[in-house]
């Protein structure tokens, strides 16, 4: 975020495919190491765009009183944190 000059990524306009440049820019003049792997980037920034959708589906669900749709969307976003990073809890 501080390198973009925003508080969110999610305010830049194509943020994975921006972010994931920079990344690689970064890891050609630094290095790789103590830095995430292009591969992890594009799969955290891919989870927090999913989730986001999931987030504002969730609420749009919670004001019109759909209760019956927020399990689904809950348990969407527990299946990805347990798929693409292994948290199971």
């Known amino acids: 975020c501080h390198s ?20 690689k820019a970064v890891h050609k003049v630094y290095g790789e190491d103590g830095r995430p792997s ?12 999913e989730e986001t959708t999931r987030v504002e589906h969730f609420v749009r669900y919670l004001r019109s009183h759909r209760r019956n749709e927020l399990f689904p969307i809950v348990l969407q976003s527990q299946a ?6 292994g948290f199971d809890s």
Not at 9 to 16: E, G, I, N
Not at 38 to 49: G, R, S
Not at 80 to 85: E, Q, R, V
């Open 80 to 85: 990805s944190l347990t798929n693409i990073y």
């Open 4 to 23: 973009f000059g925003t508080e969110s990524l999610r305010l830049l306009p194509d943020a994975q495919q921006r972010v994931v440049e920079w990344l």
């Open 38 to 49: 292009i591969n992890a980037a594009t799969a955290w920034m891919a989870f927090y765009e």
